[in-house]
């Protein structure tokens, strides 16, 4: 994907500076920081991998009456989309991601960057895959909620389109509407009044949605009686949008690794091919007994892959994530091929 000058891209920066004024790191100091990189990452694996994951929604129910809601994005009319979502906790537990299925997009596709904020409290800022029918999760700082306790689930869009209209939609549970009262005294039927919904209002976008987004407004409708009501102000519906927890699992520990730092042998010494023995110790201090390492030029040949090879550095053919299939057999084929000759 390209991105236009001046405009916000989806993503943040990482930059490593260096200069001439520096100093050569000690390998202590190496050492020290693969440690507790490694720890952090073990930490990871043993929170997330082995967990048990909970999903509690805003109320979403799936039916044959299923509208959406805008999630980001900018209007035709310029404006940015900023939506907001009830959410009352049946138990009280720890949110760590957010989850929900996009249906179908509305205008161009551009680097949407999106705020999401409980009560207030701005705990993510990501940018919508654009996929339709499609899941997303999303990470947020891990958020306390509490049973019984209302919350407001914010999406600020922070970026316009410079493409004019660009809309990410999520689906919304619509619900039965009230049936009217006949009125006796007036010789009428009575207009519902918000009480008689099912559900309380559960969501709040920034502006009309126009009559290209759905939503715009619930009709009750009759030969004898006709009302509109204006959405989501009085409207019925719940986004559908989950929050995510979880119980962290058993103790797991990996023993290998695919870590892109290089061998590190200082001023060049030892065997450049493979790793220092100053890593391998730490390595062994972590658990770790094997491992995938990155070569900055490709091997064309099995010998070479046999000169490369050790407990930490095992090859692995590797190959662009969107060739097609066939294409990745015949690389292999031709990879084998040349080196039977």
Request: proline share 6%; hydrophobic share 30%.
């Amino acid at each position: 994907m390209t991105y236009d000058a001046n405009v916000k891209w989806p993503a943040q920066a990482c930059l490593i500076l260096a200069g001439d004024n520096g100093r050569e790191v000690s390998q202590q100091e190496f050492r020290q920081y693969i440690y507790n990189d490694l720890i952090a990452n073990n930490n990871a694996i043993q929170k997330y991998l082995a967990a048990s994951w909970h999903a509690y929604s805003t109320g979403y129910e799936e039916n044959d009456y299923l509208e959406c809601l805008v999630l980001g994005g900018t209007y035709s009319n310029g404006s940015l989309a900023k939506t907001s979502i009830k959410f009352t906790p049946e138990q009280s537990f720890t949110g760590e991601a957010l989850r929900f299925k996009t249906v179908a997009n509305l205008g161009e596709w551009y680097p949407l960057i999106i705020d999401v904020y409980i009560n207030g409290e701005k705990v993510s800022r990501f940018s919508p895959n654009w996929r339709e029918w499609a899941w997303q999760t999303i990470n947020i700082t891990p958020y306390k909620f509490t049973a019984g306790q209302e919350y407001t689930l914010t999406f600020e869009t922070a970026n316009p389109s410079p493409n004019g209209t660009g809309l990410v939609r999520i689906y919304l549970d619509q619900q039965d509407l009230p049936w009217p009262a006949w009125d006796e005294a007036n010789n009428t039927w009575q207009k519902p009044d918000d009480t008689k919904f099912q559900f309380p209002v559960h969501y709040e976008v920034s502006s009309l949605e126009g009559t290209d987004v759905y939503p715009k407004s619930i009709y009750i409708e009759n030969l004898e009686y006709s009302w509109e009501y204006s959405s989501p102000y009085t409207g019925p519906g719940k986004a559908f949008l989950e929050i995510l927890s979880c119980t962290p699992g058993k103790s797991v520990t990996p023993t290998q690794i695919c870590y892109p730092f290089g061998a590190y042998h200082p001023k060049k010494t030892g065997n450049i091919d493979d790793i220092s023995p100053e890593l391998k110790s730490t390595f062994k201090q972590i658990g770790l007994s094997s491992g995938m390492t990155i070569w900055d030029e490709p091997i064309y040949s099995l010998e070479g892959v046999r000169n490369k090879y050790s407990d930490y550095v095992i090859p692995r053919y590797m190959v662009l994530g969107n060739l097609e299939q066939s294409q990745t057999f015949q690389a292999i084929d031709t990879f084998i091929g040349a080196n039977k000759e």
